[in-house]
């Protein structure tokens, strides 16, 4: 079974600052990882994947994750926070044996203090 | 069109009462998706179609809770006597279909569910 965990439904940054949303994932078999990042009442933007390539992966909007197998984790980051940054994000694992169902961590909610 | 659609946006409906929720995916994706998402949590999985046919409707969960994809396109999500735990929001995910890793799930906005 596999599974994500994200630590802090709720992140707050000043503008400018740094943004880092922790993602920890537990797979029997090597995955595929995901962010995304919803906007109210709008629907799941895929900001980034991880399929075994390079371990830093750069996404939309100037966000990145890394890759460490020997912590189990996906953090995804960002150097400086905007106010158009604040939204939920959703960490997400897949198997990556095929066309399968994505499991979804609980979300984050990034607020951007001016 | 360029994207996932669904509709309506927003059903309100009386416990008891049966519902059909549309998802439209991209054009060309053979792969669509179902998710439901209560409130404060992340979307869980529901049912997968690869084409017509559902290739994991494990996520289901029970049998008030059915859903069709008869030409391999439109889906219909169906919940029949519907109760108050149902309300959520209903998410549509569409894919190319293609094994590994260059499939991606592309979201609709979802139908949001109210259940009186």
């Known amino acids: 079974a596999q599974s994500v965990t994200q630590l802090g439904s709720h992140v707050s940054v000043s503008e400018g600052a740094l943004v880092l949303l922790r993602c920890n994932y537990s797979?029997?078999?090597?995955?595929?990882l995901f962010w995304y990042v919803q906007y109210p009442n709008q629907g799941l933007q895929l900001l980034l994947k991880y399929t075994s390539a390079a371990t830093l992966v750069k996404g939309i909007n100037g966000f990145e994750a890394e890759f460490k197998k020997s912590e189990t984790s996906f953090h995804l980051t960002k150097p400086s926070a905007h106010m158009s940054d604040a939204a939920e994000y959703f960490c997400?694992?897949?198997?990556?044996?095929?066309?399968?169902?994505?499991?979804f961590g609980t979300g984050t909610r990034l607020t951007i203090i001016p | 069109g360029a994207g996932v659609s669904q509709t309506p946006s927003n059903k309100v409906t009386e416990k008891g009462k049966y519902v059909e929720l549309r998802c439209d995916p991209i054009?060309?994706?053979?792969?669509l998706y179902w998710y439901r998402q209560s409130l404060g949590q992340g979307p869980e999985f529901l049912i997968y179609f690869q084409g017509t046919g559902a290739a994991d409707d494990s996520g289901l969960p029970n049998d008030r809770f059915f859903a069709v994809r008869p030409e391999g396109s439109v889906s219909t999500l169906k919940i029949q006597r519907t109760e108050r735990g149902d309300s959520a929001v209903y998410l549509c995910?569409?894919?190319?279909?293609?094994?590994?890793?260059?499939?991606?799930?592309?979201f609709g906005p979802g139908t949001r569910l109210t259940v009186l």
């Open positions: 997400a694992v897949r198997s990556n044996f095929g066309n399968e169902k994505l499991t």
């Open positions: 054009s060309g994706h053979t792969a």
């Open positions: 797979s029997s078999v090597p995955p595929y």
């Open positions: 995910a569409s894919s190319r279909g293609v094994a590994g890793a260059k499939d991606t799930q592309y």
